[in-house]
């Protein structure tokens, strides 16, 4: 079992929809999660760090169940600009990051 | 302008050839990083470096080599025991333990 786990997708979705998705980690001691955003064949760009209470910004949410070992991230009224992978990413307990193979997400006018 | 500069962006290797991939960062950051990108995966970690002539191997370090002789500057070699380095490579700094920033990366291919 991969440490990170994404949906490799990709999810087409039509522009104003909302769309989410998970990712699950397998080290219940990881300490920090974030998203990355990657364009094609550009380097990846953070998005958001996840809290364990959640956080928002703007048309991104996302949020942490250690519980079930999965983050999220949701995005309101997609724009054709939120095409991109978003790269899922876990901090262990060693501080080194751990990075999932990302999901891609394509916004259809 | 802050930021971490890679170059070359497009660097093409013959078999049997070491190639240096050049990492700048002018953010005061203490720690930098070398990541592999393939096609499908996940960045995966080559070496990593906390502070000025310290670094440690990260999960494939296994034909590559860095050096740390000043805190803005962290070179990778590809090295000719590197059997397959087409890749996408991508270098980063953080603050300690704090996010990681990235460089524009640098595309290898080999001949």
């Known amino acids: 079992r991969k440490e990170v786990e994404q949906d490799p997708g990709p999810f087409n979705v039509p522009e104003g929809a909302t769309v989410a998705f998970n990712c699950t980690y397998s080290?219940?001691?990881?300490?920090?999660f974030f998203w990355y955003r990657q364009d094609c064949r550009k380097e990846p760009k953070l998005l958001m760090s996840?809290?364990?209470?959640?956080n928002e910004d703007g048309r991104f949410t996302a949020q942490l169940n250690r519980a079930s070992q999965y983050i999220s991230l949701l995005i309101r009224d997609s724009k054709l600009s939120d095409s991109a992978t978003y790269l899922c990413?876990?901090?262990?307990?060693?501080?080194?990051?751990?990075w999932g193979a990302g999901t891609k997400l394509i916004i259809k006018p | 302008d802050g930021g971490i500069t890679q170059s070359p962006k497009y660097l093409f290797r013959k078999e049997g050839q070491n190639v240096t991939l050049s990492c700048e960062q002018n953010?005061?950051?203490?720690?930098m990083y070398w990541y592999r990108q393939d096609p499908g995966q996940g960045l995966r970690l080559i070496y990593y470096?906390?502070?000025?002539?310290?670094?440690q191997k990260g999960d494939i370090a296994e034909g590559y080599s860095v050096s740390r002789e000043k805190k803005e500057s962290f070179p990778l070699t590809v090295t000719s025991a590197q059997k397959n380095p087409t890749a996408f490579y991508l270098c980063?700094?953080?603050?300690?333990?704090?996010?990681?920033?990235f460089g524009p990366g640098t595309r290898l291919t080999v001949l």
């Open positions: 980063a700094s953080s603050a300690q333990g704090d996010t990681q920033y």
């Open positions: 953010l005061n950051h203490d720690a």
């Open positions: 470096s906390q502070i000025v002539n310290d670094f």
């Open positions: 080290n219940s001691a990881s300490q920090s």
């Open positions: 996840v809290y364990s209470s959640g």
């Open positions: 990413v876990v901090r262990g307990s060693n501080y080194q990051l751990i």
